[in-house]
């Protein structure tokens, strides 16, 4: 509380190996002054990273969170001798990883419904919600969150350039593994 300058403090949180990961978080604190905010974030697009505002603090900020959702359900695919490591390893890299490195998780479901995302929470959502209450995680996709994801892929994206936003993705994809292709594997 007493701290000089407290207005200008934040947490920038880096993905790693920073040199690489281009995405940073911004933590302001309910004190941080929202110009000194804004500087930073200018700041770091300047120097080519890629800022993502958090609005709020949590443990793990979103990056660790979505990594360490997908970790937990390894684990479990692993001891539950569904899979094994390498099999999750490659269904990552070779395909999750490989969409997710073009376009993200809610683009990706997006794209991958015909009528966008409420068309796949409708359809998917109750699967979904089976597979987390497996674990013992109750988290329902509500209507209302529904829309509210839904009006945000809208503005991004309205529903008559979606196959367009498809053939690009189909498009960047098919580059990726080309490039993939041609490089040697170790």
């Known amino acids: 509380a007493d701290l000089p300058g407290r207005h200008r403090v934040l947490v920038a949180h880096p993905g790693n190996p920073p040199f690489l990961i281009r995405v940073v978080e911004i933590v302001p604190a309910p004190f941080t002054d929202p110009a000194c905010t804004a500087r930073a974030a200018d700041l770091l697009r300047g ?19 979505l990594q360490g959702a997908l970790l937990r359900e390894a684990y479990c695919l692993v001891r539950d001798g569904v899979a094994t490591v390498d099999d999750v390893d490659c269904i990552v890299r070779d395909g999750l990883g490989l969409r997710w490195s073009i376009i993200g998780p809610f ?22 919600a089976r ?16 829309a509210k994801v839904a009006a945000a892929r809208r503005k991004l994206l309205p529903l008559e350039r979606w196959a367009e936003r498809v053939a690009w993705r189909d498009r960047k994809l098919m580059s990726l593994i080309r490039h993939r292709k041609t490089e040697p594997s170790e």
């Open 47 to 65: 120097a080519g990273m890629a800022p993502v505002m958090v609005r709020k603090e949590i443990e793990g900020f979103v990056f660790n969170r």
């Open 107 to 128: 683009e990706t479901v997006d794209l991958n419904t015909q009528g966008g995302i409420e068309s796949h929470a409708q359809k998917m959502g109750p699967a979904y």
């Open 131 to 146: 597979m987390g209450a497996e674990r013992g995680q109750h988290d329902p996709w509500t209507p209302d969150l529904v």
